[in-house]
């Protein structure tokens, strides 16, 4: 962020810039200045920078979450206020701690082996690639793989499972050194990553680079859809710098010389896209499935600028609903506590506002975030054994993208008489 009174350029990547005082804002993909409003979420804190004892005493910055959508090309965007480097080189999620999602990793390299002929000489490359939890499904298989991860923390976990893991953004010079140390990728995969680069089409650039011209590359998304049909706002926050429809996300292929020819509508994450994509030399026409998601998100109206409007009235309901139903249970005497404490659920508690008084603590299954707060709201984090021996009345789900695999792990709050609370994409106690 830039003081007041300063004067800087504006960015190409979407960051303000002030010029005497007033902003300008650019989108990141086509460099339009016509931007409009979709969201605004109010100013909070980064998602993932939870507190330490140490650092609850300290100020805590926070930045506007407003997405507003491109009216020229059409792709919804937070201004780039924070950088991957503030968020990444050191990084509190580790995918491992997901079960549900390693299994879902492990199905995807069972089908891209398929798709894309993979055998021993293969090679393949997953950008973002965390602790291993899907490349070690390729190191099963003894095909030849790298991890391009740039959070030290969770780049050595990969290590430890014997995943190659190089410590890197993901740029055109960094996709060039990649080709050319270990040859061109069969297959160059990325799941929900392709959200949090500000540099779109530097970033697609380097996809291209290390992929081979015959290759393909499977990027996998939050559909802006779905989020939109189920209100899941909360998968807003700084780190996702865009929001995708298959529409944008094709035209975000296009910037880097790659061309959209298949996609899959998956569960993930409250519903998600997996785009397959190849060198635009080599594509050829896209599947008929492409021409069904497109008109789907036409029959939305998300293929116009106006059609994406009216979605801060459902957001403001469910905030509604969940902070009427938190200040009954403090009336009635009821313990309500929390499970998770994903990036989407500090959104969520920052929006709602919502405090210790309101939500006794929340637990997590991931040890680095055990004895932290919350940003922002300031909730104290546990291990998961704290609600068996508290037994509270009430438990909110905040990473409920995860509800199959959660209900059957919190399947034992009903011996106490307990109930869960699931807040999107409507308030439901069962």
């Known amino acids: ?76 965007q937070l201004p780039a206020l924070i950088t991957p480097e503030d968020t990444f080189e050191e990084y509190a999620y580790f995918s491992s701690f997901s079960t549900s999602w390693v299994e879902h990793a492990k199905r995807f390299v069972d ?14 490359v997953e950008v973002a690639s965390n602790d291993g939890y899907l490349l070690q499904h390729v190191v099963e298989r003894d095909i030849r793989c790298l991890g391009v991860e740039p959070s030290v923390n969770v780049g050595e976990a990969a290590r430890e499972k014997g995943v190659p893991t190089l410590t890197a953004f993901l740029s055109p010079e960094t996709g060039e050194k990649v080709r050319a140390e270990h040859g061109p990728a069969n297959l160059v995969c990325l799941n929900n990553v392709y959200a949090h680069i500000p540099d779109v089409v530097g970033f697609t650039q380097g996809l291209r680079a290390m992929v081979a011209d015959d290759g393909w590359v499977s990027i996998e998304i939050q559909h802006l859809l779905t989020l939109v049909e189920r209100s899941q706002f909360d998968t807003i926050y700084h780190e996702h710098f865009q929001y995708y429809t298959l529409l944008t996300g094709q035209r975000a292929l296009a910037s880097g010389g790659l061309t959209l020819v298949d996609v899959e509508l998956l569960d993930t994450h409250g519903g998600s896209i997996r785009m397959w994509a190849r060198p635009s030399e080599i594509a050829g026409e896209p599947s008929a499935k492409v021409a069904e998601v497109l008109a789907a998100e036409s029959a939305a109206g998300l293929d116009t600028p106006e059609g994406h409007d009216g979605f801060a009235e459902a957001v403001s309901t469910i905030r509604d609903d969940l902070m009427s139903f938190l200040i009954e249970a403090r009336r009635q005497g009821k313990r ?3 499970y ?42 546990h291990e998961p054994d704290r609600i068996a021996a508290d037994k509270p009345d009430y438990v909110l789900i905040l990473p409920w993208n995860l509800r199959t695999e959660l209900t059957e792990q919190l399947s034992y709050v009903r011996d106490w008489g307990g109930k869960l609370v699931f807040p999107i994409p409507s308030l439901e106690v069962v």
């Open 1 to 76: 962020m830039t003081a007041a009174g300063s004067s800087t350029t504006t960015d190409p990547a979407g960051t303000p810039s002030t010029e005497a005082g007033s902003q300008t804002l650019t989108c990141r993909l086509c460099g339009s200045t016509d931007l409009r409003s979709f969201l605004d979420l109010g100013a909070t804190p980064p998602c993932e920078l939870f507190l330490t004892a140490e650092t609850a005493e300290q100020r805590e910055d926070t930045f506007p979450l407003h997405v507003r959508v491109c009216n020229a090309c059409l792709l919804a």
């Open 111 to 124: 089908g891209a082996v398929e798709r894309a002929g993979l055998g021993p000489d293969s090679f393949v």
């Open 336 to 338: 309500v506590v929390g």
């Open 340 to 381: 998770g404490a994903p990036g989407k659920g500090n959104t969520l508690l920052n929006y709602c506002g919502i405090r210790p008084d309101l939500l006794e603590y929340t637990v997590d299954r991931n040890p680095y975030k055990h004895g932290r707060l919350t940003p922002g709201t300031r909730i104290p984090i």
